[in-house]
């Protein structure tokens, strides 16, 4: 006879203990609505807002979307691709002078700069998204499945896996770090990496140097996300990831019933740009880091890595070959080309990249010892963009192995680049180590200092909550 | 902090819990998707004590509640354009609390925090007690949560749903967008690993070893 687990008599605790301080106090709930009040003027207007005005006009409504039903089809032969993402969509508004860091899906992440306007349709796979006005600087990851597509009122611009920048003003111009973008216009032109079009121009023209420096911005942003070894989740909703300094974070929505903008998740991988920046910017830990566990690795990886038995070929060719691989997911190919690369073409310029791009891949897979010492030759070799990166690389896996070394990795990396855009990520990491060692006492010099430099990060109020008597 | 305290203290009494009924809450709703910020406030007031006690049920009893429930409404405010009063607000609520409670406990499992210890749920336990008995609800408290952190967010979601709410399994489908079938696989598997995980860890009885 089977005695129903429902009535499990242990789960008596379960349900005592599930009711433990539920009860929601005056202060906590007008702090809530405080919050949610300024959050809530932060959000941006819906596009079907004022449904109820809109039906008293539904009319008027019926007859312009006929017209504007056979404009659009005639617009459509006629032009470029115009349409915006269907599906459900979201719209986010950025003020001028500010920019917003947004995860777009787990493959693309954009940096919008104000005042700049992005319409993004569901972010289940494919993304679409519009950009009515404003600039952006975006990575798309093709390694992760999908397909990133964005549309302005002049073209439309496929990514196929790439740093790039996408300017709409009178024109709509399209700047490429890294990787291959095709921008479909009156004519249909492919960019490769240093290429930069205007739809109103009849030539190719280098990258205006501001627009270099945003990709460079927003390629180091993934490029410390991208460190992050993460399990993919089973869905992959939009996230805005960082708000204007400004204005009160935005945060999340659920995902399975209404998946809109959500808070900081951790950034898929990207394939770092041939020219990222010397001055990166971090990316946003959505939850308080725990003192890890070190983890356990696979046996150490030989290096230099094996020579993988793969066709010979120019280096280039290679590395398109290992973006394809990664474009289809077979990141074990990938990174037996760009083994490949690197001992067949030690003089290539993009050793660097071949390199950075296997101690992610190793990284990614807890490889630890493989990463490190992937590292080790980047680090060794000749002056390279990607060494800072690198080394916050290094430092993040001196972290996740608790090694003893991490501290004096992350001061050394404060030292040499104080003012980095990645400095708050390597100070929260001095504060996860700080607190590993000694607790909250031991963090407390660093956490004063996260205070100053970031104090409306999620992971600064997290370790305030933690250690109380840290300064705040 | 003490200034805003102050200030808190001066709003204290304002958005008090208010009775909710259904239709209330549509007409609200409506108002609200209208952009009246005052109408949100309302629904805030009306639900915010049940989401907040919700999430604390699914997630326990942790730092972050205050600012889950603020996510809830966040997400309620995005879902009105679309909200046409197929179902009532406090079902659009519920499921939106078990998505955000889903979404946490994925994002704390990823990167897993600190567990509860026992200092703090000794803190949370009616002072009526003994400071030994505190210390023993307060240890059993602590491996409950263990354990209960171990299970995978949607089996956890769905069994506490189930358990602790006393939700059927077709609500619980409901909830969190799933085949009422399929929930009750989630809850049955659950439950299979939380009793096995309770009954290595002593909870309601001798510690088992295996």
Request: glycine share 6%.
């Amino acid at each position: 006879m089977t005695r129903d687990p429902e009535r499990d008599p242990r789960l008596d605790a379960v349900r005592a203990a599930a009711g433990t301080d539920d009860r929601l106090d005056d202060v906590s709930r007008a702090r809530i609505w405080s919050g949610l009040d300024r959050a809530l003027d932060a959000e941006p207007r819906r596009p079907n807002a004022g449904g109820a005005r809109r039906r008293r006009r539904a009319g008027w409504v019926a007859a312009t979307a006929l017209c504007a039903t056979a404009a659009g089809v005639a617009l459509w032969l006629t032009t470029a691709d115009r349409a915006r993402p269907r599906g459900p969509v979201q719209v986010l508004d950025v003020p001028a002078g500010a920019s917003v860091h947004a995860q777009l899906g787990p493959a693309a992440a954009v940096t919008l700069y104000g005042a700049a306007r992005l319409v993004v349709a569901d972010g289940r796979g494919d993304v679409d998204v519009a950009l009515d006005r404003g600039a952006l600087a975006g990575d798309y990851d093709h390694a992760r499945g999908g397909r990133l597509r964005i549309r302005t009122p002049h073209a439309t611009v496929e990514i196929v896996g790439t740093v790039f920048a996408v300017e709409v003003g009178t024109a709509t111009c399209v700047s490429v770090a890294h990787g291959l973008v095709e921008v479909r216009a009156r004519v249909r032109r492919r960019l490769a990496a240093g290429a930069s079009w205007c739809t109103d121009a009849p030539a190719l023209r280098p990258i205006p140097p501001v627009i270099e420096a945003r990709m460079a911005e927003h390629a180091g942003r993934a490029i410390v996300a991208a460190a992050e070894p993460v399990a993919s989740p089973p869905v992959a909703p939009l996230s805005a990831v960082e708000p204007p300094l400004d204005e009160p974070p935005l945060e999340a929505a659920p995902s399975l019933g209404e998946p809109l903008l959500q808070p900081a998740r951790p950034v898929a991988a990207v394939t770092p740009g041939r020219r990222p920046a010397p001055e990166l910017e971090p990316e946003p830990e959505p939850e308080l880091a725990p003192p890890p566990e070190p983890a356990p690795e696979p046996p150490p990886e030989p290096v230099p890595p094996r020579k993988p038995a793969v066709a010979a070929g120019p280096d280039a060719e290679l590395y398109a070959a290992a973006e394809a691989a990664l474009r289809n997911g077979d990141t074990e190919q990938a990174d037996a080309l760009l083994a490949h690369l690197v001992v067949d073409h030690p003089g290539s310029d993009l050793l660097d990249e071949a390199l950075f791009e296997r101690a992610r891949l190793a990284y990614r897979a807890r490889r630890w010892t493989a990463a490190g010492a992937i590292l080790d030759q980047l680090l060794d070799g000749p002056p390279s963009p990607l060494r800072a990166p690198a080394r916050l690389l290094a430092c993040r896996i001196a972290v996740q192995t608790r090694d003893r070394d991490a501290a004096a990795c992350l001061d050394q990396l404060r030292r040499d680049h104080p003012t980095a855009a990645f400095a708050t990520e390597v100070l929260e990491l001095r504060v996860q180590v700080a607190f590993d060692r000694g607790g909250c006492k031991a963090a407390a010099p660093f956490l004063t200092e996260l205070v100053a430099a970031a104090p409306r990060r999620t992971l600064t109020t997290q370790w305030q909550r933690r250690c109380q008597e840290a300064p705040r | 902090m003490r200034a805003w305290l102050l200030v808190m203290g001066a709003l204290a009494g304002g958005p008090r819990p208010v009775p909710s009924s259904a239709a209330d809450d549509d007409a609200l709703a409506a108002r609200a998707r209208a952009g009246d910020r005052a109408a949100f406030e309302q629904l805030y007031r009306r639900h915010a004590d049940v989401v907040y006690a919700r999430l604390s049920r699914l997630v326990g009893p942790v730092a972050e509640r205050d600012d889950l429930t603020q996510e809830v409404f966040l997400g309620l405010h995005r879902a009105l354009p679309r909200f046409r009063g197929d179902a009532t607000v406090t079902t659009l609520l519920y499921r939106i609390t078990a998505n955000v409670a889903f979404d946490h406990l994925r994002r704390r499992r990823r990167r897993p925090s600190q567990p509860l210890d026992e200092a703090t749920l000794a803190g949370l336990i009616s002072h009526d007690a003994g400071p030994d008995e505190r210390a023993r609800r307060a240890q059993e408290l602590a491996r409950v949560f263990a354990c209960l952190d171990r299970i995978k967010p949607a089996k956890r979601v769905a069994l506490l749903l189930r358990v602790v709410e006393g939700l059927s399994f077709a609500e619980i489908g409901a909830i969190v967008d799933a085949a009422p079938e399929a929930a009750k696989k989630r809850v049955q598997h659950g439950l299979r690993e939380l009793t096995a995980l309770l009954a290595r860890a002593g909870v309601g009885g001798e510690e088992v070893r295996p």
